[in-house]
């Protein structure tokens, strides 16, 4: 089955400073081995790219990117450039590639017009942003500007997961939970959660956000958050539970988990239109991801629906 992969990343030279600090602990083989794949847009993605069965990847800078930058204009000017150098690779290959903006939100203003300007004149399908900005969550009030223009276009913004801006006390000292393995997740998770509480979905009410990991476990505490909420004495004021938000504003991929168990409470819980396939290339392997969604538990209608059909509907990929 011919699949669509959202989480699948790439870095540019002059990004290379950003990434190298904050890559994961690996061996120097495991490193010499990332940064390949992360620069190459050729024979070796695209062998990866098939033995998944993926006939579209949608290409991402790989985290953290221009988001530590503490000189919001080399950020912006940076970004631009990962953007066009992008876009130079898609029109080589425009049947495999698509494209997720790479933006500098240290100016939510100019975030949002390098989002426009990537969407309809580049042609890429959204936006993906690498957890907080220098400390700076997304539910800061500056930052309405951009999502109002990202409503406005009516693409995804992929939430990806970053470094704690400071270290969580539980984690500290036991470094094996460090980075993927749970730090990530409770940080992205807990972003998400923050535009909720924060009424950025009341202000807003059609954003589209993608969180990959197969939600980074909130497909499993819907119940939880809205009868914890009800029991606040004096919370920020919601027009709805906050399982609404979740079921409404929030898509998930499979990127990184290749289990049945999340993947049906994902299903479950969100609905089968909200979940949609990913690799999480070059940081997870391509042919077991593959075979992951194709033996998958679910009938053959909703696994088309993961593959692909969930993806066109979202990004609005006419003709793929």
């Known amino acids: ?12 030279e002059p990004l290379l400073p950003y990434l190298l600090p904050a890559m994961p602990a690996v061996s120097d083989e495991g490193r010499k081995h990332l940064l390949g794949s992360l620069t190459d847009f050729g024979e070796q993605r695209l062998k990866a790219m098939d033995a998944a069965g993926v006939d579209i990847a949608v290409l991402s800078v790989t985290g953290p990117g221009v988001q530590t930058e503490p000189d919001a204009k080399k950020a912006t000017a940076l970004a631009a450039g990962a953007n066009d150098a992008l876009a130079g690779e898609i029109q ?14 240290q100016d939510a203003s100019g975030a ?3 989002l426009e300007r990537c969407v309809k004149q580049l042609g890429f399908a ?40 400071k270290m969580p006390y539980v984690l500290q000292g036991c470094p094996e939970m460090d980075k993927p393995v749970w730090e990530w997740t409770i940080e992205t998770s807990a972003h998400f959660l923050r535009l909720v509480f924060a009424g950025v979905f009341d202000r807003f009410p059609k954003l589209k956000i993608v969180l990959g990991h197969m939600g980074e476990t909130l497909p499993y505490v819907l119940w939880r958050l809205d ?16 399982s609404t938000y979740l079921a409404r504003n929030l898509w998930v991929t499979t990127a990184g988990q290749c289990d049945d168990v999340p993947l049906l409470a994902a299903l479950s819980s969100l609905g089968e239109d909200r979940v949609l396939f990913s690799v999480d290339y070059p940081y997870e392997d391509s042919a077991t991801a593959g075979r992951f969604l194709d033996r998958a538990a679910i009938d053959a209608g909703l696994r088309a629906k993961v593959a692909r059909e969930n993806a066109v509907a979202l990004m609005n990929l006419s003709g793929s």
């Open 1 to 12: 089955m011919q699949k669509i992969a959202l989480e699948e990343h790439f870095i540019t």
């Open 92 to 105: 080589k290959r425009p049947t495999r590639y698509r494209g997720f903006a790479h933006l500098a939100m």
């Open 112 to 114: 949002a017009d390098e």
């Open 126 to 165: 959204g936006a993906l942003i690498n957890g907080h900005t220098n400390g700076v969550y997304l539910d800061d009030p500056r930052y309405d500007p951009f999502w109002e223009r990202l409503q406005a276009l009516d693409v995804p913004l992929y939430l990806h997961p970053a470094d704690s801006f």
């Open 227 to 242: 009868s914890r909420f009800a029991l606040l004495a004096n919370p920020r004021p919601l027009k709805e539970k906050p």
